[in-house]
């Protein structure tokens, strides 16, 4: 965040600071061209003095002292002071040379403009803090005499927060694609040695083909469900040749295909196949967690760019004893066939019909089904707020969702939350707006305004009156000055 530095006022006529019974009949010290100024990290305070509006008489002085306070009065800190003497004090502190390191005297009958300046470390405390002059008049055989501190400056550099409470805005959910789902699987069918055709009575295989035929079956008996796409991809182990096993792979996965064709009567369009002739990605899974102890060296075969029947000639020759327990206990498994089937989702009609999907498959919803039913509720209410995370869940992707968690968030003052909905709540602009009510909370107000006046460019008319805000926020001054304009 840029701070907002100090605006400088410059007072254009002298002023002259007020005065105490000590004082009396003394013409007092005269400022001008007042400046505090936070600078990096110090405090730096600049103004101008004139002497000769200073009559302390030839053998006195006034010290002027510049004192930073803070706002409870509990810390402070003297900037060196200077002298304005008459002429016998003048002369005896320049022969004496009894001043305090950084502290300087000048002739009170001085024409020349003294320009003072100071600084010093910036610290927490003078965030909120005053810049007071201290004057005392001395000569050389008594103590300095005290007059009134005349506070010059108020510093306030504790950026406030907006009360953004009333900017929070909810988007309303239009997105009204149909509800795309997927049912997944994997079947371990036996085939006999070196064949294709499926053989439904052979070892697992009744068991293996009721678990796809009790999932379409699933899918294909929801009256709320249509089925689009029915994929299947078959894999083969790397044992034997790998070209031997590529016809397998293609053989096997084709039959399984039409096994389930058969079986439904299904569209040709809807069916799917692919295949992998050696299922090494699953072969590397199950030792990477193994804890064989030729582990590394088998993944470094695996990951090596040998060809399929070097490599598991390497393993075999190479770690023997390991090989036979994966060609007993891996291999059989990494014959499968994956299937995958998506099925669209009805739009459903009432809202009572949404609220009963709420409670039960809330993933069968679209965006605006989110937002049907949670206009039931007022809102920003806390049901309102439940069904808008909700929907967030389920469509991670869809920007409006985002933008309402990332309000939700917001108003619950979880920032980071809020930022990573932001992440995918794309480039409108009440994602813009958003963005900018975040940054204002942190007090970013550089950004806050670069996206207030975004969103307000795209047409968002909220957008404006949050952006003047901002703008009186960055244009309040750090610094006030607290000095008449003199006559």
């Known amino acids: 965040m840029k701070h907002h530095l100090i605006s400088i006022y410059t007072v254009l006529a002298a002023i002259i ?52 306070t803070s706002a409870d009065g509990k810390e402070s800190v003297s900037l060196p002071s200077v002298r304005i003497a008459g002429r016998n004090r003048y002369y005896s502190h320049l022969r004496n040379k009894d001043l305090a390191q950084g502290e300087k005297v000048y002739d009170a009958s001085s024409k020349e403009t003294i320009q003072y300046r100071a600084e010093v470390p910036f610290e927490e405390w003078m965030k909120q803090s005053k810049v007071d002059v201290r004057q005392s008049l001395a000569n050389c055989c008594k103590a300095a005499v005290l007059g009134e501190d005349k506070e010059i400056a108020r510093l306030d550099y504790e950026v406030p927060v907006l009360n953004m409470e009333e900017a929070y805005r909810f988007v309303e959910l239009t997105g009204d694609s ?24 052979y070892r697992r295989n009744r068991i293996e083909l009721a678990k796809i035929i009790e999932s379409v079956d699933k899918v294909k008996n929801d009256p709320d469900a249509t089925i689009t796409r029915i994929a299947i991809k078959g894999y083969a182990s790397p044992e034997g040749p790998y070209s031997n096993n590529v016809r397998l792979a293609m053989g096997r996965t084709a039959s399984l295909k039409d096994y389930v064709r058969d079986h439904y009567n299904f569209d040709p369009e809807i069916m799917h196949t692919d295949y992998e002739a050696e299922d090494w990605g699953g072969l590397r899974d199950w030792v990477e967690k193994s804890s064989l102890t030729h582990r590394k060296g088998i993944l470094d075969i695996i990951d090596s760019k040998m060809e399929p029947d070097v490599k598991n000639s390497e393993i075999e020759s190479r770690y023997p004893e390991e090989y036979k327990l994966m060609l007993d206990s891996v291999y059989p498994s990494l014959r499968h066939s994956d299937y995958t089937i998506k099925y669209r989702i009805r739009a459903y009609a009432t ?66 939350a809020a930022d990573r909905y932001l992440a995918h709540a794309g480039n409108s602009a009440e994602a813009a707006y958003t963005r900018a009510t975040a940054a204002a909370l942190q007090k970013d107000y550089d950004r806050a305004a670069r996206l207030f006046e975004e969103a307000a460019a795209l047409g968002l008319p909220a957008a404006q009156a949050e952006l003047e805000r901002v703008r009186e926020i960055q244009s309040r001054p750090a610094v006030e000055y607290l000095v008449p304009t003199a006559e």
């Open 178 to 201: 149909a509800v795309e789902l997927t049912a997944e699987g994997r079947a371990y069918i036996d085939f006999m040695v070196n064949r294709t055709e499926i053989k439904p009575k």
């Open 17 to 68: 600071i007020g005065s105490t019974a000590a004082f009396a009949g003394e013409n007092l010290l005269r400022l001008s061209d007042i400046k505090v100024n936070r600078v990096g990290e110090n405090l730096v305070v600049a103004l101008d003095i004139s002497p000769r509006a200073v009559n302390p008489g030839r053998d006195k002085e006034v010290i002027f002292t510049p004192v930073v």
């Open 351 to 416: 809202v009572e019909e949404l609220l009963e999907v709420y409670k039960k498959t809330p993933e069968r919803m679209r965006p605006v089904d989110f937002q049907r039913i949670a206009s039931v509720y007022p809102s920003g209410s806390e049901e309102y707020e439940a069904i808008m995370l909700k929907a967030v869940e389920i469509h991670p992707n869809d920007p409006q969702s985002n933008i309402n968690a990332a309000t939700i968030a917001l108003r619950r003052g979880d920032i980071a």
